[in-house]
């Protein structure tokens, strides 16, 4: 299995701030996931964070709004520009399994819950 | 596009029962099946993976099946208890970053 840290847990931001959401894995991996959460709703896929090259944005993402950096194997940034109230969420870094044989099994962080003012 | 299906939406059973949890899903084209847990406003914590050519898979009090011809699987929970209490969630996996999540089944066990 793999270890994530997310930072910061939760935090509450006015309207029109950004806010940068960090990953930390306890090994290295070849891609970083990250979901959103909104309230009642479950996950959805907000980008791929590949190492060394542009963040990989599934359909109503940009990279504008949702930010992503990949400096190094082992951590990621999401950030979440010019906030609205929409954008409450919780924000959930992820990543495949990192021992062998490679299952393909997910691992999430703890979440980082947004309130927007 | 994969749709997955979670019922009931909430649950709630008396401690000691046992009970069955549904995920369904519309393309049997998946790779792999896997079950969360979420608490409240936190993340998710793996339960159980089935890969595609596998049927069922067992960790202590839960057995998760899969039938990929039937877009079905299962969550069983044997001997609730309070602690058990949270929402549950399937993921289909039907490509490299392509995992899609059902909206859950909030589990409520009665003391």
């Known amino acids: 299995s793999a270890v994530i840290s997310q930072k910061p847990s939760r935090d509450i931001c006015q309207r029109g701030t950004s806010l940068t959401i960090q990953c930390q894995v306890d090994s290295q991996v070849t891609m970083m996931f990250w979901y959103r959460q909104q309230p009642g709703q479950s996950l959805t896929l907000i980008a791929t964070?590949?190492?060394?090259?542009?963040?990989?944005?599934e359909s109503g993402f940009v990279i504008d709004k949702f930010p992503i950096s990949r400096p190094n194997l082992t951590f990621s940034t999401l950030t979440v520009s010019n906030m609205s109230p929409e954008d409450s969420s919780i924000y959930l870094c992820s990543v495949a399994g990192t021992s062998a044989p490679n299952t393909g099994e997910l691992f999430f962080g703890e979440g980082s819950r947004l309130t927007v003012l | 596009k994969q749709e997955v299906t979670q019922i009931p939406a909430a649950l709630s059973v008396p401690e000691g029962e046992n009970l069955v949890l549904n995920c369904s899903f519309t393309?049997?084209?998946?790779?792999?099946l896997q079950w969360f847990r979420q608490d409240p406003g936190k993340g998710l914590t793996s339960l159980l993976l089935i890969q595609s050519s596998q049927r069922e898979q067992t960790s202590g009090r839960l057995n998760a099946s899969l039938d990929k011809s039937s877009g079905r699987s299962t969550l069983y929970i044997a001997a609730s208890q309070p602690g058990d209490s949270a929402t549950y969630l399937c993921?289909?996996?039907?490509?490299?970053?392509?995992?899609?999540f059902g909206t859950g089944t909030r589990l409520t066990v009665i003391p």
């Open positions: 964070a590949n190492q060394g090259s542009e963040a990989t944005y």
């Open positions: 393309d049997s084209a998946i790779y792999n």
């Open positions: 993921a289909v996996r039907a490509g490299a970053n392509n995992l899609f």
